[in-house]
C-alpha cells in the first residue's frame, strides 16, 4: 500500500518542489495513521508548503480510495534529528551520529549508534551499497538494504552545523524546545468510510506497520 500511496503522491511532491523522506502506515487496520515526510531538496521546509502538500496528497488519496477505510494523515518535516531513509541522506549527514537498527544481525547486533560515513558502492551493477558506523571502537560495514531504521541524534554538533537551527528550522541552537520545534506538523482527518463486510466478520483487528522504501542518491 505504500509503494502505490508513494506512487500517487510523488508527482505532486516534485511538483511543489519538495521531496518525499519517508511513508510510514501505522495503527490499527481498522484506523491507521498515514505519516508522510517530506521538505525541499535543501532540508527546508515551511508551514505553507506542509499545508499545501497536506491538502494535495488528502484529495488524491481520497479520490483513488487508496486506503478503504477512516484514516488519519499526518504531513511533516523531517525535523533536526531526522531519520535516513535514503542513500543521499547517509551521503548529506555523514560525520554525525546516529541510530541504525537492522533486519538481520550484523556481528551479533541488529542496533548501533556511531557516527556514520558516506554511503560507498560495493557493486555498480546491482547497486549495492553499504554505509559505514563507528561507535567509538571499531568501524562496521552495514549493507543499505539490511537498514530496518535509521535516525540521526540531536547533538550540539547537529545543531551547530544547522547553524544553530535557523539555517533550515529558523530556531536557535539554545531553545529548549528546539527539537520539537524542527517538526512542523499538519494532521487530518481521512474520509470515513464502511469496512468491506468481510472485515467487519473480523473478531480481533491487528496492529500493522508499513513502511516504504525511497530510493535516491
Request: aromatic share 6%; glycine share 6%.
Given at each position: 500500500?505504500c509503494?502505490?500511496?508513494y506512487e500517487?503522491?510523488?508527482?505532486?511532491?516534485e511538483?511543489?518542489?519538495?521531496?518525499?523522506?519517508?511513508?510510514?502506515?501505522?495503527?490499527?487496520?481498522?484506523r491507521p495513521?498515514l505519516?508522510?515526510?517530506?521538505?525541499?531538496?535543501?532540508?527546508?521546509m515551511d508551514?505553507?508548503?506542509?499545508?499545501t502538500?497536506s491538502?494535495e496528497y488528502s484529495?488524491?488519496?481520497?479520490?483513488d480510495?487508496?486506503?478503504?477505510?477512516?484514516?488519519?494523515?499526518?504531513v511533516?518535516?523531517p525535523?533536526?534529528?531526522r531519520?535516513?531513509t535514503?542513500?543521499?541522506?547517509f551521503?548529506?549527514w555523514?560525520?554525525?551520529e546516529a541510530?541504525i537498527?537492522?533486519?538481520?544481525?550484523?556481528?551479533?547486533?541488529?542496533?548501533?549508534?556511531?557516527i556514520?560515513?558516506?554511503p560507498h558502492?560495493?557493486d555498480?551493477?546491482?547497486?549495492?551499497?553499504?554505509i559505514?558506523?563507528?561507535?567509538?571502537?571499531?568501524d562496521?560495514e552495514?549493507?543499505?538494504e539490511?537498514?530496518?531504521?535509521?535516525?540521526?541524534?540531536?547533538s550540539d554538533a547537529l545543531?551547530?552545523a544547522?547553524?544553530?537551527?535557523?539555517?533550515?528550522?529558523?530556531i536557535s541552537?539554545?531553545?529548549?524546545?528546539?527539537?520539537?520545534?524542527s517538526?512542523?506538523y499538519?494532521?487530518?482527518e481521512?474520509p470515513?468510510?464502511?469496512?468491506?463486510?468481510q472485515?467487519?466478520?473480523?473478531?480481533?483487528?491487528?496492529?500493522?506497520?508499513?513502511t516504504?522504501?525511497i530510493?535516491?542518491?
Amino acid at each position: 500500500m505504500c509503494l502505490k500511496i508513494y506512487e500517487l503522491i510523488q508527482p505532486l511532491t516534485e511538483f511543489n518542489g519538495a521531496e518525499i523522506v519517508r511513508i510510514r502506515i501505522m495503527g490499527h487496520a481498522h484506523r491507521p495513521t498515514l505519516q508522510i515526510m517530506a521538505e525541499r531538496p535543501d532540508c527546508t521546509m515551511d508551514l505553507k508548503l506542509c499545508e499545501t502538500l497536506s491538502r494535495e496528497y488528502s484529495l488524491v488519496l481520497d479520490v483513488d480510495d487508496v486506503i478503504p477505510s477512516e484514516y488519519v494523515l499526518e504531513v511533516s518535516s523531517p525535523g533536526i534529528d531526522r531519520p535516513l531513509t535514503r542513500l543521499k541522506d547517509f551521503k548529506n549527514w555523514a560525520g554525525f551520529e546516529a541510530v541504525i537498527e537492522l533486519n538481520e544481525k550484523l556481528n551479533g547486533r541488529r542496533r548501533f549508534k556511531g557516527i556514520i560515513g558516506a554511503p560507498h558502492c560495493i557493486d555498480k551493477e546491482k547497486n549495492i551499497y553499504h554505509i559505514i558506523i563507528n561507535d567509538g571502537e571499531a568501524d562496521y560495514e552495514i549493507p543499505f538494504e539490511n537498514i530496518k531504521d535509521a535516525k540521526l541524534t540531536l547533538s550540539d554538533a547537529l545543531l551547530e552545523a544547522t547553524k544553530n537551527g535557523e539555517a533550515l528550522h529558523g530556531i536557535s541552537c539554545d531553545d529548549l524546545d528546539a527539537e520539537e520545534k524542527s517538526e512542523l506538523y499538519l494532521e487530518v482527518e481521512g474520509p470515513i468510510e464502511k469496512a468491506p463486510k468481510q472485515r467487519q466478520k473480523l473478531k480481533k483487528i491487528e496492529d500493522i506497520e508499513e513502511t516504504v522504501e525511497i530510493e535516491g542518491i
